[in-house]
């Protein structure tokens, strides 16, 4: 405390402690009668209106209050956080958004993470574009670049986004004390009115919802901290990260700072490297913060070892791949009968165009309304166990789960059980799908399966027409892939 500080305190009158109580209980009177109603949907859009909300009810609140205050409503401010981001003051009100009990309860259910019991993953939204979000590393990135005094170099960006949880879940891994270093992704339970998300298998301490929130809140932090002016509204700042409706061309004519562009952004952004000694010096850090004790110089070498393992699956995971919707997440339905396994590593990927539908998707509800159409008619009509493809492509960005990786597809009569059977969903008889889709699969997919050991380096690519007589992938698109690396002629 300085001396001005308690030469005020001094002075403060006796009756003053009996006038702010008088004060707060007026306030609670008030908000008894005009608390907002707050939908309890966990969807971001959902979010950004009631922080629309906090906004308004607090014209001219600086982002970085807002944010404290969520912060302090939800209950972050371990001292790890506090080393980067200042302590919160308890008596700082008037830097402090004014929240009713129901916008209060709505913040601290988006924003507390935890995973139960039962495999429930709390502290998590839902995405326009079909993907999951832990809002808490988000909210970080962005205080941590928003405080930032320097540009594009944020202090303490990767460590409160990231790199503890990454490496906490490393070390428990290491320890047998978790079944796997990173993920499960989930699903929703209503993709339209989402409430409950359940993991599809152990968590890790770094599920997928904790690591997306981690690479926007790097995203996020870096952008917002080089910018020349501040945000105005943080809720501006995320509708136009999450919201952003693509049109037209699609991704190809798209801004850069989109949601659908998570990987590519980070990929820029994050160097494997880098990554590491970030997530090293946030286990240093957390054991002298939290643990109050001092790593010893050998105990540091084996932790770089364990993080080094670790950071590789990272990148193979989540750099190296691409997103996939899983079948849940589509609305996908059961399959009928019994699949066969796939014996990898595979030789071949086959290439598809859906023809029907005709027309690109270009939002996660139009891409798997597509895919829900497409098993219809496959198992229906054609009688299939399942949708016959192994993975399709969208427009949005995405790759939407099929057959998977280990289950042999319908795809390519005669040879499911040699290869996989890529599928983009449009007509291409006589035009190409976005570049950035085509690049999905060239680029990512192809190396994810390598990387993967699904399929193996020299892989040699098809058109469907090159094995069965059929015009699929379309006279245009089969003339793109021609050029392709691992474009391969059939010999006779």
């Not at 916008?103 to 935890?114: C, E, G, N, Q, T």
């Not at 079944?179 to 890790?204: E, H, Y």
């Not at 999450?242 to 989109?258: K, N, T, V």
């Not at 859906?354 to 690109?360: A, D, L, S």
């Amino acid at each position: 405390m300085s001396g001005a500080q308690g030469v005020e305190d001094s002075m403060i009158s006796p009756m003053e402690p009996h006038w702010k109580w008088c004060l707060t209980l007026l306030v609670i009177l008030v908000s008894a009668h005009t608390d907002t109603k707050v939908t309890s949907s966990q969807h971001m859009d959902d979010f950004i209106r009631v922080l629309e909300q906090v906004e308004d009810s607090n014209p001219g609140l600086e982002p970085v209050n807002v944010l404290r205050g969520l912060r302090r409503a939800a209950g972050l401010r371990d001292e790890f956080m506090q080393h980067f981001l200042g302590t919160i003051r308890e008596d700082s009100t008037s830097e402090a958004p004014v929240m009713d009990s129901n916008l209060s309860d709505f913040i601290v259910r988006a924003m507390r993470h935890k995973v139960t019991e039962r495999g429930r993953e709390e502290g998590v939204v839902l995405t326009a574009d079909g993907t999951t979000v832990a809002m808490s590393p988000v909210l970080l990135g962005i205080e941590a670049g928003l405080v930032s005094k320097t540009r594009c170099r944020v202090r303490g960006l990767y460590p409160l986004t990231l790199a503890r949880n990454l490496g906490l879940s490393f070390q428990r891994f290491h320890s047998s004390l978790l079944s796997q270093r990173l993920g499960p992704d989930g699903c929703w339970d209503d993709v339209t009115s989402p409430q409950v998300f359940t993991l599809s298998d152990k968590p890790s301490l770094a599920t997928d919802a904790l690591v997306n929130g981690g690479m926007d809140g790097v995203i996020l932090g870096i952008e917002v901290s080089a910018q020349s002016q501040r945000p105005l509204k943080l809720s501006s700042l995320l509708r136009r990260y999450y919201c952003h409706r693509l049109e037209g061309e699609g991704l190809d004519a798209a801004p850069r700072l989109i949601s659908h562009l998570r990987r590519e952004n980070f990929r820029e952004l994050a160097r494997p490297p880098l990554l590491q000694r970030q997530v090293v010096r946030s286990l240093v850090l957390q054991r002298r913060l939290i643990d109050h004790s001092t790593m010893l110089s050998q105990e540091k070498e084996e932790l770089t070892a364990v993080v080094r393992e670790g950071i590789k699956e990272f990148v193979h995971r989540y750099m190296d791949c691409p997103a996939i919707i899983p079948r849940c997440q589509w609305g996908a339905a059961p399959y009928r009968g019994t699949p066969t396994p796939l014996s990898l590593p595979l030789s071949f990927m086959y290439i598809h165009h859906t023809y029907q539908p005709g027309q690109p998707c270009l939002t996660f509800q139009q891409c798997s309304a597509d895919m829900r159409s497409m098993q219809r008619f496959h198992q229906d009509d054609r009688g299939w166990d399942d949708i016959g493809y192994s993975f399709v492509a969208g427009s949005d960005g995405y790759l939407y789960e099929g057959r998977g990786w280990h289950w042999q597809g319908a795809h390519t009569k005669g040879y499911n059980s040699k290869g996989y059977g890529v599928s983009f969903i449009g007509d291409y008889t006589s035009s190409l799908p976005s570049e950035q889709t085509m690049e999905l699969v060239r680029d990512r997919l192809a190396s994810c399966a390598v990387g993967g050991g699904r399929l193996v380096g020299n892989f040699t690519l098809y058109g469907h027409r090159q094995l069965v007589k059929t015009s699929c992938p379309g006279d245009a698109f089969y003339s793109e892939i021609t050029g392709w690396e691992h474009f391969g002629e059939v010999q006779n």
